[in-house]
T-cell receptor
Framework: AQKVTQAQTEISVVEKEDVTLDCVYE???????LFWYKQPPSGELVFLIR??????QNEISGRYSWNFQKSTSSFNFTITASQVVDSAVYFC????????????FGTGTRLLVSP | GAVVSQHPSWVICKSGTSVKIECRSL??????MFWYRQFPKQSLMLMAT?????????EQGVEKDKFLINHASLTLSTLTVTSAHPEDSSFYIC????????????FGEGSRLTVL
């Protein structure tokens, strides 16, 4: 069965520090999708990235970057030069079905960025 | 971009009453929507799949009679928490898959239910 582990419950950093959020997943599927979502205090889930298991290239989007290591079943997320607005809970997820509509979420990592 | 909207964003009700939460896809049609539940400081747990024009599919352990799901149109799914009790207090979030080529999954803003 699919499972996502986010071992870091809470991380506190000072603004401008770099921070990496870890994600380790388990799935029996050979083709799967991995996701990262941000949940600010207001509650809505903000989509950050979706990655196909065949695409192991690392991705960078502004201050965000993702490191996908299929060999270790990890999909880590790094925020460079963190800002206070980055404070939120971040969820990693893997799809539960082939249409990547049903997701299994990790327990989330709460990131606190202080000025 | 595509948007999924939930209403109400928060609701307080007395124990024993029923509460309906709506999930709408605002600028796209969604034949399938999903309902998740999130307890405070916990992860999201998939409750059920809402299928337009047919019965919902519930995940193991989710009471069908407690959480009634109706997908009356291509843009609306409703979740009714029947005879609510304090343990039903939670954050309920719906999601829907967009119709673009990328098929991005969109989440609603969530509905916080508090049962007194």
């Amino acid at each position: 069965a699919q499972k996502v582990t986010q071992a870091q419950t809470e991380i506190s950093v000072v603004e401008k520090e770099d921070v990496t959020l870890d994600c380790v997943y388990e799935t029996r599927d050979t083709t799967y999708y991995l996701f990262w979502y941000k949940q600010p205090p207001s509650g809505e889930l903000v989509f950050l990235i979706r990655r196909n298991s065949f695409d192991e290239q690392n991705e960078i989007s502004g201050r965000y970057s993702w490191n996908f290591q299929k060999s270790t079943s990890s999909f880590n997320f790094t925020i460079t030069a963190s800002q206070v607005v980055d404070s939120a809970v971040y969820f990693c997820a893997v799809n539960l079905n082939t249409g990547f509509q049903k997701l299994v979420f990790g327990t989330g990592t709460r990131l606190l960025v202080s000025p | 971009g595509a948007v999924v909207s939930q209403h109400p964003s928060w609701v307080i009700c007395k124990s024993g009453t029923s509460v309906k939460i709506e999930c709408r896809s605002l600028d796209f049609q969604a034949t399938t929507m999903f309902w998740y539940r999130q307890f405070p400081k916990q992860s999201l747990m998939l409750m059920a799949t809402s299928n337009e024009g047919s019965k919902a599919t519930y995940e193991q352990g989710v009471e069908k009679d407690k959480f009634l799901i109706n997908h009356a149109s291509l843009t609306l799914s409703t979740l009714t928490v029947t005879s609510a009790h304090p343990e039903d207090s939670s954050f309920y979030i719906c999601s829907a898959k967009g119709t673009s080529r990328t098929g991005e999954l969109f989440f609603g803003e969530g509905s916080r239910l508090t049962v007194l």
